[in-house]
């Protein structure tokens, strides 16, 4: 049926060129696209995706050209249309959605303007108040709470779930034939990430809309494409169906890919065993913290946020501990109070058993070597006006006074046990890859042989080889050195691999604290379950997204509602939850769990 | 509103104490210097008696920060700066000194009266001069900002860059050897009618002009390379709408405040060409009061400008926080 | 690189991307033809100030009551002032030339002063935030309320102008700027990851701040700080202007101006002259600003 078709790419090819060099992107791309249909296409970073994207609606950089082929939307030629053609086209007929939704709207009016401005420049037709309540309208069926208002705010008060509904709304607003979502999901946490899907899905189901899907992950595209393509390097490397794909990858390149998604539940991992006897390391008691902001709504107020509510638990020594919870759970504050960067308003964390607020300025220097701290971005964090052995050698000459050669082997020494070419010695970071920086950030923090590692989402920066080869790593220190580790992770799958027990945060406290087996297998809090059934595998979760993942947002941590913080999201909420603070519950198998429904007498 | 009041309040408290320190400053630098401002008065034929007489009564032997409060205090409850200690109160000619016993002395020009006096010409000269430089200025802004990276930005650098590097004092006396002198085409000395405010305004324009046209330059261009200005047009919206209501609306803020700090370059400015000019305004007072050492005159200028200068840069954020509503009042 | 998409970037400018934002900015700013022009005028200009005087022989101050007010060399003089003379008649061209090296000298002496001032209260301010930042800030908001002219007059107005107090002047009115611009970037380096690794480490403050935010947050600045001496230049020939400057016999291009002005109808050369120099000076200044300004853009905004 060739007229089904809405949109037909026919070998396009579009090279880049920056000062005088000439680098082919896209090559001889094809596929088409039939009205109503979800298309979908996946490749890494760097594939040429977003580049493919914005050459289907006339938008590519300046450095980059169309070499040959067409685009065809329902007939037009897209390559060749002038101004006057695109305009009738783009945002009327096609509508696109790509992977920054914060920066799509001025930051200085209202979104609901904004967007009814946009529904008024494509159908001019349309009046002023009624454009409005359109836009109103589309924002609650995208589930926006509070439609009215929120359609009155900036830009800058919707949080990033939202914000990517907002955009969704505006690609949609003037009656879209095809919508282009590149990436929608990438920067967002999983459950808003997994809401997002849930959206498309009714999208797809219910609006007469064809859906070109972008993604580089296969698990996002699954539940939403008909189709697909593989891009790689540029070039389409296999056309599939999401499920044949996932069963049978035809190329190198697929089966790879697939390797590369995370598995939770079908593979057996050989995960370190809680070690309940062990000395405690490090001990967090009911440890809270405020920050104060000013009130811009009246002359001198202030008002707190509450970063983290009364956190507690201990570390063993010599085991894993993972951290889990979503942006905004008081995961960084936590840190920062680990770290000791800043103070706790109330509780204690104490340190081999020593209270930390009553040690003096100098113990608490000499500490530092014995807890280290590795961070997340492997660019950000390393200096980049050091060398290498400068900067690895950085906590050498803060702690210990030795020579100049002795420094030096230490350091060369360290690199080599991370994995280190120890010619990297005076060279600078400049040049050097996500992993190795990593390995350097790593080093740097082994360097003085701590007793426990804090590591803050160090390998979600990595893909997945890396990740495997650096937490072999780990592995081999912990058995040969004995250290402790505390992941602090947005990953699961990561801390499925690697921990031996889990806490799982939201809004600044640990609301379920169990065994990697329990955490995955029985999780109590309705939370822990949602974001289990957010998780993008490829695997058959036991916590379908249908009675599991949970709609809405953590309320602000400036306002914190009465009772259980996560009643206003949870499907089973009782009414004693929106008035009790829910207790800790001491779970028969070990662990603990803070809801009311699982109570001693209701664990199933 | 309750953001505004408290954000008014709140830095209406600020600039006052902003104020008084700057003028304390001023002050104190007024009064360490050389320069005996008794001995002025009373001429340099008075005795050393005669001289230290006036100083006591004037209250010069008192330790400084005294002398300073009991200024404040006439400042602030009656709005009373003194009295100029060489210009008689009908102003035309200074007094060049005269015998301690002289009864004009109470006679002295106040000094609230000189500066209200010349103050209307300075505003008429100022407000001309930002109009010339933001009719200049903003077209030629605009039109380098809509094609950053090609020749009119470049072409509007250049000139910015030439007309940046004329010192005001040089261009004055260029301007008046060939527009005055040359082609008669205006006047240029003293003041008559509004023509004699047209070649100074010019010669000020002249040097906040670039300042502008880069200002401008840069932040519209800046602006179009913002992700929601490009995306504009793919969301749907005509290119005008885009540079009108999204691109501009971002730039005028940046504009905004480069006035505001071009405000005291102008008021350098002002001093400089008045002089020149021969034009009887503020700035020529205050050389005037700097020649004759008259620190009432030039202690109530300093607290005038910085007071103008505070006040122009609450309007200024005001003003910005109305046009972008996330800036914190 | 928000505007070159992400996909494209990874895979063009990967290798680049690392090198700190300041050493792209440069190499960027040295390919500019503005640069290129702007660096030899200056130089050229520069030099020669320093040298004609001493090459020539040529003495700005040696009168010659006899050749008052002869026109330049191209306009009917002679070679033997090639650009004419003043109403004493002393020689134009070593009196512009060595005004300008005073002029020059003044600056560049206040852009060093005030750069080491405003850099330090800026670094310390930035990094230490609290009520030392706020009253440091509060310090810089009064001192940028005092109009520079105004500082100028009440400090050089009423006593006998040095060098050391005219280049106080220039000090006082430029550091509040450079504190602010120092702060706002030893604010931003503060919260980065490499800031905070080193204080887990339990580095010092003096040792971050030396070590670590210094060599990132002043090398801009103090490439900013050199375009600033075409601003400091004026400020300085337009103190003399006023006779806030040095005094005569000493030639400077703001007094030599505020002479020549009384001869404007039958010499116009005096007046206007040693502007030229000045102004094809602070061209060449403005030239190398511009060059760094658009580097800047097109690395920051990819414009």
């Known amino acids: 049926m060739p007229s089904d078709i809405l949109l037909g790419v026919d070998n396009l090819g579009v090279a880049a060129s920056i000062g005088g060099r000439s680098k082919v992107v896209l090559d001889n791309i094809s596929f088409a696209v039939s009205r109503r249909e979800t298309f979908g296409i996946i490749g890494r970073s760097g594939s040429g995706k977003s580049v493919l994207a914005k050459a289907l609606i006339g938008w590519l950089d300046p450095a980059l050209s169309v070499t040959g082929g067409a685009v065809s939307f329902d007939g037009v030629d897209m390559v060749g249309a002038d101004a006057a053609q695109l305009r009738a086209i783009r945002g009327r007929r096609i509508g696109y959605v790509g992977a920054d939704p914060t920066t799509v709207f001025d930051p200085t009016i209202p979104i609901g303007r904004q967007i009814a401005e946009k529904l008024r420049a494509v159908r001019p037709e349309v009046g002023h108040k009624e454009a409005l309540d359109r836009v109103v309208e589309l924002f609650e069926t995208v589930r926006i709470p509070d439609a009215r208002l929120r359609a009155g705010e900036l830009p800058s008060k919707f949080s990033g779930g939202m914000i990517q509904r907002a955009a969704i709304v505006d690609a949609m607003i003037g009656g879209t034939e095809l919508l282009i979502a590149d990436n929608v999901t990438q920067p967002l946490d999983v459950t808003v990430a997994a809401q997002i899907i849930r959206l498309f899905q009714m999208l797809r189901n219910e609006v007469n809309t064809a859906i070109l899907f972008i993604s580089s992950s296969l698990p996002m595209v699954k539940n939403i494409a008909d189709r697909l393509v593989v891009l790689e390097e540029g070039r389409v490397v296999e056309r599939s169906t999401p499920e044949r794909l996932a069963a049978h990858p035809e190329t190198a390149y697929s089966q790879a890919l697939i390797a590369q998604i995370p598995r939770i539940w079908s593979r057996e991992m050989a995960h370190p065993a809680v070690k309940a006897d062990a000395a405690t390391v490090l001990s967090v008691q009911d440890v809270k913290r405020n920050y104060r902001v000013r009130n811009q709504r009246s002359l001198f107020g202030s008002v707190s946020i509450q970063a983290v509510r009364g956190v507690s638990f201990d570390v063993k020594s010599g085991e894993s501990l993972g951290i889990v919870g979503e942006s905004g759970c008081g995961k960084s504050t936590l840190l920062r109070l680990l770290t000791w960067l800043d103070m706790p308003d109330a509780g204690r964390i104490s340190f081999d058993g020593v209270d930390l607020g009553k040690m003096s300025r100098n113990d608490r220097f000499h500490l530092r070597a014995r807890l280290q701290l590795v961070l997340q971005d492997p660019y950000g964090s390393i200096p980049a006006h050091w060398t290498v052995g400068r900067i690895i050698s950085e906590p050498l000459r803060l702690h210990r006074s030795m020579l100049a050669s002795e420094r030096r082997t230490r350091v060369t020494d360290t690199m080599v046990e991370v994995g280190l070419d120890p010619g990297l010695y005076s060279k600078l970071p400049v040049g050097l890859s996500a992993g190795q920086r990593q390995r350097i950030n790593l080093a740097r923090a082994l360097v003085l042989e701590p007793a426990i590692l804090l590591l803050d989402e160090t390998l979600s920066a990595l893909d997945q080889t890396e990740q495997t080869r650096l937490i072999a790593l780990f592995e081999r220190l912990q058995s040969a050195r004995g250290i402790t580790y505390l992941f602090i992770s947005h990953d699961l799958a990561m801390v499925r691999r690697v921990c031996s027990r889990v806490a799982v945060m939201y809004l600044g406290k640990i609301v379920e604290l169990v065994s990697n087996e329990m955490l995955f297998f029985a999780p109590q809090h309705p939370y822990t379950k949602a974001l289990l059934s957010a998780a993008p595998t490829l695997e058959e979760s036991p916590y379908a997204r249908d009675d599991y993942l949970v709609e809405g947002e953590p309320p602000s941590p400036l306002l914190i509602p009465a009772g259980c913080s996560f009643a206003n999201r949870c499907p089973q909420a009782l009414p004693v939850c929106r008035q009790q603070e829910p207790p800790v519950h001491h779970l028969p198998q070990g662990g603990i769990v803070a809801c009311h429904l699982a109570g001693e007498d209701r664990v199933t | 509103m309750v953001r505004v009041t408290s954000f008014l309040l709140r830095r209406l408290a600020q600039s006052v104490v902003i104020v008084l320190l700057a003028s304390l400053i001023v002050f104190c630098l007024l009064r360490t210097g050389p320069g005996n401002p008794a001995r002025m008065i009373a001429g340099g034929m008075a005795t050393e008696e005669t001289v230290e007489k006036i100083a006591t009564e004037m209250g010069l032997r008192s330790p400084m920060l005294v002398q300073y409060f009991i200024y404040l205090k006439k400042v602030v409850l009656h709005g009373d700066f003194g009295t100029s200690f060489v210009r008689p109160k009908s102003g035309a000619s200074a007094v060049a000194g005269g015998r301690a016993d002289d009864p004009t002395r109470a006679e002295r020009a106040r000094v609230i009266d000189l500066i209200l006096d010349r103050l209307p010409l300075t505003l008429q000269l100022a407000m001309m001069a930002m109009a010339i430089a933001l009719s200049v200025s903003i077209p030629i802004g605009l039109f380098a900002g809509l094609h950053a990276g090609r020749w009119p930005d470049a072409a509007a650098l250049m000139l910015s860059s030439v007309l940046v590097s004329m010192p005001n004092f040089w261009l004055a006396g260029i301007l008046v050897l060939v527009v005055s002198i040359q082609l008669h085409w205006l006047p240029a000395v003293g003041y008559r009618d509004v023509t004699y405010s047209i070649l100074p305004a010019i010669v000020l324009a002249i040097e906040i002009i670039p300042v502008l046209v880069r200002s401008l330059a840069l932040s519209l261009g800046a602006m179009m390379s913002q992700n929601f200005v490009r995306i504009g047009l793919i969301r749907g919206l005509h290119p005008s709408q885009v540079i009108y209501h999204h691109a501009m609306k971002g730039a005028s803020v940046p504009l905004l405040n480069m006035l505001g700090v071009q405000l005291s370059a102008l008021l350098g400015g002002v001093l400089v060409v008045e002089y020149i000019f021969d034009y009887p305004g503020l700035g020529a007072l205050t050389i005037e009061a700097v020649l004759q050492r008259d620190f009432p005159l030039i202690q109530a200028i300093a607290m005038l400008t910085s007071a103008i200068f505070v006040v122009i840069n609450i309007l200024v954020d005001l003003l910005a926080g109305l046009i972008d509503p996330r800036l914190e009042y | ?303």
């Open chain 3, 1 to 303: 690189m928000t505007v070159i998409d992400a996909d494209f970037s990874e895979a063009l400018v990967a290798d680049e991307k690392e090198l700190s934002v300041a050493r792209r900015i440069w190499l960027e700013t040295r390919k500019s033809p503005w640069f290129t022009v702007g660096l030899g005028l200056f130089v050229v200009l520069v030099l020669g100030a320093f040298l004609y005087p001493l090459l020539s022989g040529a003495d700005p101050q040696v009168m010659h009551f006899r050749e008052k007010l002869l026109p330049p060399a191209f306009a009917g003089g002679s070679w033997a002032y090639p650009l004419g003379t003043d109403q004493l008649g002393r020689d134009m061209l070593s009196r512009s030339l060595v005004g300008l090296q005073i002029s020059f000298l003044l600056a560049l002496a206040a852009v060093v002063l005030t750069f080491a001032v405003g850099a330090a209260i800026g670094l310390y301010s930035g990094f230490h935030g609290g009520l030392t930042d706020q009253l440091l800030m509060r310090v810089v908001d009064v001192q940028l309320s005092i109009p520079p002219i105004i500082l100028a007059i009440t400090i050089l107005g009423v006593t006998r102008p040095t060098p050391a107090l005219v280049v106080l002047v220039l000090t006082l009115a430029g550091w509040p700027t450079y504190a602010r611009v120092t702060r706002a970037a030893a604010l931003g380096e503060r919260e980065r990851e490499y800031v905070r690794a080193a204080r887990v480490l339990g580095a010092s403050d003096l040792r971050i701040l030396g070590l670590l935010i210094a060599p990132v947050v002043l090398p801009p600045l103090a490439f900013a700080a050199v375009l600033d001496l075409a601003r400091l230049m004026i400020f300085e020939a337009t103190l003399d202007f006023l006779g806030l400057g040095l005094q005569p016999p000493t030639p400077t291009l703001g007094t030599i101006i505020a002479d020549g002005r009384k001869y404007l109808m039958n010499a116009w050369w005096v007046a206007s002259l040693p502007g030229v120099f000045l102004i094809v000076v602070l061209l060449a200044v403005n030239m190398m600003g511009v060059a760094l300004e658009r580097a800047r853009n097109r690395v920051l905004g990819g414009l």
